[in-house]
């Protein structure tokens, strides 16, 4: 069997100011890494609340929102990957525990911020990954719906299982799930609080990719670091903007579509990678592009 060697930097945590953290250790419940060597550019967000099986509590949030927005402004952050630290579990959701604590007006501050969470992700300028190696329920889907590319267990659950909870999906599920599946399935899954494996949601295309899950019980996230990998070596800007003339084209008609993909294409011709891209074809050899 090939073995490949990581080559890797030491997990960076980032505390919210003024949080009691509920991670393992006492520390950041939100930890972030850069790959180095061959995988320099890849970033990881490691989610680590084990007690609360990563559910989506004020701290938890709040570290990953700050880590979000130091993030964006690291243009050597070519591909962002969302990946647990608690074995069996991404994220379980909301902190249904924390928020019995709330008042109603309290809750509604919060999953205000919750939905502000999700979109930041969404709008995050470099493609974003999630690895799904175990339960991703209700705001746990929410989140990996609002990542670009999502990568399961094919013995991960999934669902938006809020109905089941006297609730709705508030953080974005009403909106990114029938985008990606379609409103008749859509409204299916979330009206019975389904929850399906890797292997139903791959075959649904709710996810990019299933795969058998290993001992270490990470597997879906070695697949979503070779995954990372396959867009590494592709010409950054290019790809950002991409993702710009896919997200803002999906929702307005075909004809404004094309318009936007005409100026994100503009703004790209001046890039030194574009010229790269074509000398390195004219020269028969592998591009090296740099981001500019």
């Not at 967000?45 to 130091?70: C, D, H, K, W, Y």
């Not at 050597?76 to 990957?81: A, K, T, Y």
């Not at 990998?229 to 800007?237: R, S």
């Not at 294409?265 to 074509?278: C, F, H, S, V």
């Amino acid at each position: 069997m090939l073995r490949v060697l990581y080559l890797l930097r030491p997990w960076r945590p980032l505390r919210a100011r003024g949080c009691a953290s509920d991670s393992a250790a006492g520390g950041s419940e939100i930890q972030v890494r850069a790959l180095a060597g061959p995988d320099q550019g890849i970033t990881e967000i490691l989610m680590n609340r084990p007690r609360a099986r990563n559910a989506l509590g004020n701290v938890f949030v709040s570290e990953l929102l700050e880590t979000l927005a130091q993030l964006r402004e690291d243009r050597q952050v070519r591909v962002l990957l969302f990946r647990s630290g608690v074995k069996g579990v991404f994220c379980a959701g909301a902190d249904l525990k924390e928020r019995e604590q709330m008042s109603e007006a309290e809750v509604g501050v919060f999953v205000q911020r919750l939905r502000g969470l999700m979109n930041d992700i969404a709008a995050f300028p470099a493609p974003t990954i999630a690895a799904m190696d175990g339960f991703a329920l209700g705001g746990g889907l929410e989140l990996a719906l609002a990542c670009d590319l999502r990568v399961a267990a094919s013995s991960a659950i999934m669902g938006l299982i809020e109905t089941t909870r006297g609730l709705l999906p508030g953080a974005g599920g009403t909106q990114r799930l029938p985008r990606c599946l379609g409103v008749a399935l859509a409204k299916e899954l979330i009206f019975t609080g389904r929850r399906l494996s890797g292997t139903e949601a791959h075959a649904l295309g709710l996810v990019n990719h299933a795969v058998a899950q290993n001992e270490e019980g990470d597997a879906a996230y070695h697949r979503a670091r070779a995954l990372a990998q396959e867009i590494l070596p592709q010409a950054p800007i290019a790809v950002r903007l991409g993702k710009v003339a896919i997200d803002r084209g999906m929702e307005v008609d075909i004809a404004s579509g094309m318009a936007i993909e005409g100026m994100c294409y503009a703004q790209n011709i001046p890039t030194r990678d574009r010229l790269e891209g074509m000398a390195a074809f004219r020269e028969k050899r592998p591009p090296t592009f740099v981001g500019e």
